[in-house]
């Protein structure tokens, strides 16, 4: 048994769980959404037809919006051998190109009427999903028979960088799978549940929401871009379609809490909520909703580096839920510890870094030895150490206190930010000198503020930043509030003054 086999539930990849999940019940719904809904046993003909068309791809790059042909397409590039690299069609062209030639894909998945999103650089062939979907069995519905290896790759997904370009993050089947196998073990979801599909697939909750859903025989529930955009939308769309289980940021949880409150409409079906990607925070709000709903709420911790990690399960009486709930502890398989600089854990009570191992840990950025080599280390008994950048401690009961983070890479809306990829963009605009840019994150509204000198005679505004970011950055990670300065404060040791210029900005 090796380091990363150790305490694993998964034996299997992920897509074979899933064949033989629709084998089990094949008649059971499998997916839904506003223009029907297919069965396991239609949704594994599509997988394998699709699947075999695509064997012999090494990657794939899927381009499409929130469709059944997306979720499919997923688990028909992973059922011919390959792995898959999401991108979001909100992207700039400019990161989409990037991304799709960075990863090295083969082939370009996409809707017919998307393809003019992006430039399909030499050796990727154009693949459409237009016809992906089949109305009815007509392949055999067998596991593939296309071997994979659990060091495969099975998806690239990309997370902000401090060049100024995204970094990408291959992840193989035996991180996910794992995730997959305790995710399924430790959920109340089985055939009949329903779990909302709310994720863009170009993050990696969205991963958990199909195959934690496919694996354990539930259905999947997709929504609308016009639904997923409006709390009050939500909150009826999660009563009208009997959702038990939903993955939502804290920020959106909070909305959601919000609108029940608005409206009086507490979710009877709801029975999980899994909140992951920003830290946890409990309120009299939130406590009221669970009173209400009777539903259980799981606080998990990851990065996109290591997926999920750990777990904390708040469930019993909501007037007793911490404001701040810890990040729990390991998942099977995984080994997560507060370390000091030589990866030795430290003592309960001592703040130090978070540290991951185990059976999550890949092998590295794609195409970035050196800071692969900042970041993953060997670790003696535990394969590969990733270094979180995170700070915590670990408590007398074993479970870690998340202590925030000590660099620029911040959190706005669930979003992992690296503020310096921001910083780098608007210096490089020929009206702007020098920029920095702040996160608010503490109030009811998260933002991100850019302080900028302007080049000497040039004439620019918020607007016209703004504008220029968005061609080259996705919408989130481009700053709503602008503020021009001569110059930037100091500390008495001379490093800019970050925390006097965030102190600025007007809540």
Request: with cysteine; net charge negative.
């Amino acid at each position: 048994m090796t380091d990363h086999d150790a305490g694993t539930r998964a034996t299997v990849p992920v897509h074979q769980m899933v064949a033989a999940q629709a084998a089990a019940t094949p008649d059971a719904i499998a997916l839904r959404w506003a223009g029907g809904e297919l069965t396991y046993r239609q949704v594994l003909a599509s997988i394998q037809r699709f699947g075999r068309h695509l064997v012999g791809t090494r990657r794939a790059a899927l381009l499409n919006d929130r469709s059944p042909e997306l979720v499919i397409a997923v688990l028909a590039v992973l059922a011919g051998g390959g792995g898959y690299v999401p991108l979001d069609t909100t992207y700039p062209r400019r990161r989409l190109d990037y991304m799709l030639a960075n990863s090295g894909a083969d082939r370009l998945l996409c809707r017919s009427s998307l393809t003019d999103l992006i430039t399909l650089p030499e050796g990727c062939r154009l693949e459409t999903l237009d016809d992906v979907v089949v109305a009815g069995p007509d392949a055999d519905p067998a596991p593939s028979a296309v071997e994979v290896s659990m060091e495969d790759t099975a998806y690239v997904t990309y997370t902000s960088g401090s060049t100024g370009w995204p970094k990408g993050v291959e992840m193989p089947h035996r991180a996910l799978a794992n995730i997959i196998a305790w995710q399924v073990a430790d959920s109340g979801s089985t055939v009949g549940w329903n779990t909302l599909q709310l994720w863009p697939l170009s993050v990696d909750v969205a991963f958990q929401e199909i195959m934690a859903t496919w694996a354990s025989g539930g259905t999947l529930v997709l929504v609308t871009e016009e639904i997923r955009r409006d709390w009050e939308k939500v909150l009826r769309y999660l009563d009208e379609q009997r959702i038990n289980r939903v993955y939502l940021s804290f920020t959106t949880l909070y909305q959601v809490v919000e609108a029940a409150h608005r409206t009086g409409l507490y979710p009877a079906s709801l029975r999980e909520v899994i909140t992951a990607g920003e830290q946890l925070q409990i309120n009299d709000s939130v406590r009221s909703f669970f009173e209400r709903t009777g539903a259980r709420l799981q606080n998990q911790y990851g990065m996109t580096e290591v997926h999920i990690v750990s777990a904390k399960t708040l469930d019993g009486d909501p007037k007793a839920w911490p404001d701040r709930p810890t990040i729990g502890t390991a998942i099977d398989g995984a080994v997560v510890e507060v370390v000091d600089g030589d990866l030795k854990p430290l003592p309960p009570g001592v703040e130090g870094e978070i540290c991951v191992g185990g059976a999550q840990v890949p092998g590295g950025y794609l195409n970035l030895p050196e800071l692969t080599a900042q970041r993953f280390r060997p670790w003696p008994g535990h394969g590969t150490a990733y270094l979180s950048g995170d700070h915590g401690r670990r408590l007398p009961d074993g479970e870690i206190e998340f202590l925030g983070r000590r660099d620029t890479q911040v959190k706005i809306n669930s979003n992992r930010i690296e503020l310096e990829e921001i910083e780098i963009q608007l210096r490089a605009l020929a009206s702007v000198t020098d920029a920095l840019v702040t996160a608010h994150t503490g109030g009811e509204e998260q933002f991100l503020a850019a302080h900028y000198i302007p080049a000497p005679g040039a004439a620019t505004g918020a607007e016209q930043l703004r504008e220029e970011l968005l061609k080259v950055l996705p919408r989130h990670f481009v700053p709503t509030r602008y503020f021009e300065v001569s110059a930037f404060p100091f500390t008495p040791v001379g490093k800019v003054d970050r925390d006097a210029l965030a102190r600025s900005v007007p809540e």
